[in-house]
Nanobody, 114 residues
Framework: QVQLVESGGGLVQPGGSLRLSCAAS????????MAWYHQAPGKQRALVAS???????NYADTVKGRFTISRDNNKNMVYLQMNNVKPEDTAVYYC????????WGKGTLVTVSS
C-alpha cells in the first residue's frame, strides 16, 4: 500500500524559509512525476510544483523564483525548498504523484505569520 508522509512544516515569518520533505513508499518511484500541492483554508487543493522522472520541473506562477522542488530517487523522497515565504503561502502542503494517483497523506501545515 502506498504511503505518503509529509514533514517539515511549521510557523515561519514572512521572508523566511522552510524545507518540506515527503517520504513515499511507492514502488518504482523514480518513474513517477511527483508534485507538491497545497490547500489553504476554505480553498481547494492546488498544484504548487511538479518534478518529472527526468527532473524537469514546473511551478505555479505564485511560487516561481521562490520555491524549488527536488527529488532523491535513491531514498524515495521529494522536497520543497520554500524561500521568501509570504502570508498567502499559508496552507497544508501535500505530496502526491502528478496527476494525483495515490491516497493523500496527512500533509504538513505551513503558517506564514509575523
Amino acid at each position: 500500500q502506498v504511503q505518503l508522509v509529509e514533514s517539515g512544516g511549521g510557523l515561519v515569518q514572512p521572508g523566511g524559509s522552510l524545507r518540506l520533505s515527503c517520504a513515499a513508499s511507492v514502488s518504482m518511484f523514480s518513474f513517477y512525476t511527483m508534485a507538491w500541492y497545497h490547500q489553504a483554508p476554505g480553498k481547494q487543493r492546488a498544484l504548487v510544483a511538479s518534478i518529472s522522472s527526468v527532473t524537469s520541473t514546473n511551478y505555479a506562477d505564485t511560487v516561481k523564483g521562490r520555491f524549488t522542488i527536488s527529488r532523491d530517487n535513491n531514498k524515495n523522497m521529494v522536497y520543497l525548498q520554500m524561500n521568501n515565504v509570504k502570508p498567502e503561502d499559508t496552507a497544508v502542503y501535500y505530496c502526491n504523484s502528478f496527476p494525483a494517483n495515490f491516497d493523500w497523506g496527512k500533509g504538513t501545515l505551513v503558517t506564514v505569520s509575523s
